[in-house]
């Protein structure tokens, strides 16, 4: 199985562009998420869902935006692109049924680079 | 505020035992997760504690102990693929997890 797809691999965006990062996953999570991760620091939670047609707020979600219309697909659009927003960007996903041993699998990551 | 600390490099050698060492201070406790990531490639999933003690799976252990906000993961028998960063994470009060930055585990023959 595919698991999580995250589309695309890389990305150079010029500063006040919009862009889509896809992702995709095949496990009929319930539960989704979006990070990103930059050198030095942990991995920061952007936005989640815990089910289709629900989202939340991470802790960095500022400058960026998440739909969940179904159970697979969870984009993440950055509406206007500034380059404090170059990072590495992995999208998760998680069974969502338990609330203590609840684990989360990785997509393989967009690495974005905003000049 | 929130706080998870990891040592940022080890270094060890191939066939040796290596232990590295999480605390961290969050907003309630709902579990301790230990990923593996490869440079340039996603985090995947290692262990998982939630009470304290000892969880060993294979050449992998991780240890909790709750009251002093403290895990460990030991890996024993280093092999070259074991070459990776390793990430701590805390599931807190709100159920969402909180990372370490991880710490770089360089392996020598």
């Known amino acids: 199985t595919a698991g999580i797809t995250q589309a695309p691999t890389s990305q150079i965006l010029a500063a006040g562009r919009s862009m889509t990062l896809r992702c995709t996953q095949d496990?009929?999570?319930?539960?989704m998420y979006w990070y990103r991760q930059d050198l030095g620091l942990g991995l920061r939670l952007i936005h989640y869902?815990?089910?289709?047609?629900?989202?939340g707020k991470g802790e960095v979600p500022d400058g960026y935006s998440v739909s969940r219309a179904n159970t697979d697909d969870f984009p993440l659009t950055l509406a206007s692109a500034v380059p404090s927003q170059t990072s590495v960007y992995f999208c998760?996903?998680?069974?969502?049924?338990?609330?203590?041993?609840?684990?989360?699998?990785f997509g393989p990551g967009t690495r974005l680079t905003v000049l | 505020g929130q706080n998870i600390d990891q040592p940022t490099e080890m270094t060890a050698t191939e066939g040796a035992i290596v232990q590295i060492n999480c605390t961290y201070q969050?907003?309630?406790?709902?579990?301790l997760f230990w990923y593996q990531q490869h440079a340039g490639e996603a985090p995947t999933f290692l262990s998982y504690?939630?009470l304290d003690g000892l969880e060993e799976k294979g050449r992998f252990s991780s240890f909790l102990s709750r009251s002093k906000g403290y895990s460990y993961l030991l890996l024993k028998e280093l092999q070259m693929k074991d070459s990776a960063s390793y990430l701590c994470?805390?599931?807190?009060?709100?159920?969402?997890?909180?990372w370490g930055a991880g710490t770089k585990l360089i392996i020598k023959p």
């Open positions: 998760a996903s998680s069974a969502g049924l338990t609330l203590h041993t609840d684990t989360q699998y």
């Open positions: 496990m009929r999570h319930n539960a």
């Open positions: 869902s815990n089910t289709a047609g629900t989202t």
């Open positions: 969050t907003s309630g406790f709902n579990g």
């Open positions: 504690n939630v």
């Open positions: 994470a805390v599931r807190d009060s709100n159920y969402q997890l909180i």
